[in-house]
Antibody, heavy 122, light 107 residues
Framework: QGQLVESGGGVVQPGRSLRLSCAAS????????MHWVRQAPGKGLEWVAL????????YYIDSAKGRFTISRDNSKNTLYLQMDSLRAEDTAVYYC???????????????WGKGTTVTVSS | DIQMTQSPSTLSASVGDRVTITCRAS??????LAWYQQRPGKAPKLLIY???SLESGVPSRFSGSGSGTEFTLTISSLQPDDFATYYC?????????FGQGTKLEIK
């Protein structure tokens, strides 16, 4: 079925940067689209970004455009989220999740990591 | 953006009850809808995709229906493990959006 393990979270000051990683195992990472989804404390789920299986297409929520960059290294089975110009409202648990295969990359999320916590505070 | 609205926000029920959660989309999403379960402190878990397809390994007491703008998740006979928060999510168009969640509580 597969496993996803996020890392890279922490406490960061507003305006600073952070890079999250998501290590995949137990499935062929290079054929799946991958998502980032976040959840602010006590709030619901919010989709953040998607990258296609080959990195050819990327999609973002409006609040992330121009600040966050999703990327992947299929040779390392790893997904990334580079987050710049962080704001207090970016404080959340960030989950990576698996999407669909190949050109069905833009799909629902069937495998989820346990999440990594990002706190933006001065 | 497509808005997803779930009702109710909170639902109190007992073990063995049949419960239904509704999700409405602000515009048609065909059948591009998923349902997730989230227990406190845990990652979400996929239950249903394409509105009515049961994810492998998910008990058959869970079922989904609907198309267009109105969808339902039904649990036929509540078990103790089912008390959690449920989210619908549309994947018809970007940005993907979730409902606000329905918290299923023990009566």
């Amino acid at each position: 079925q597969g496993q996803l393990v996020e890392s890279g979270g922490g406490v960061v000051q507003p305006g600073r940067s952070l890079r999250l990683s998501c290590a995949a195992s137990g499935f062929i990472f290079s054929i799946y689209g991958m998502h980032w989804v976040r959840q602010a404390p006590g709030k619901g789920l919010e989709w953040v970004a998607l990258i296609w299986y080959d990195g050819s297409n990327k999609y973002y929520i409006d609040s992330a455009k121009g600040r966050f960059t999703i990327s992947r290294d299929n040779s390392k089975n790893t997904l990334y989220l580079q987050m710049d110009s962080l704001r207090a409202e970016d404080t959340a648990v960030y989950y990576c999740a698996r999407g669909g295969r190949y050109t069905l990359s833009s799909s629902y999320m069937d495998v989820w990591g346990k999440g990594t916590t990002v706190t933006v505070s001065s | 953006d497509i808005q997803m609205t779930q009702s109710p926000s909170t639902l109190s029920a007992s073990v063995g009850d049949r419960v239904t959660i509704t999700c409405r989309a602000s515009q048609s999403i065909s059948s591009w809808l998923a349902w997730y379960q989230q227990r406190p402190g845990k990652a979400p878990k996929l239950l249903i995709y394409k509105a009515s397809s049961l994810e492998s390994g998910v008990p058959s007491r869970f079922s989904g229906s609907g198309s267009g703008t109105e969808f339902t998740l039904t649990i036929s006979s509540l078990q103790p493990d089912d008390f959690a928060t449920y989210y619908c999510q549309q994947y018809n168009s970007f940005p993907y959006t979730f409902g606000q969640g329905t918290k299923l509580e023990i009566k």
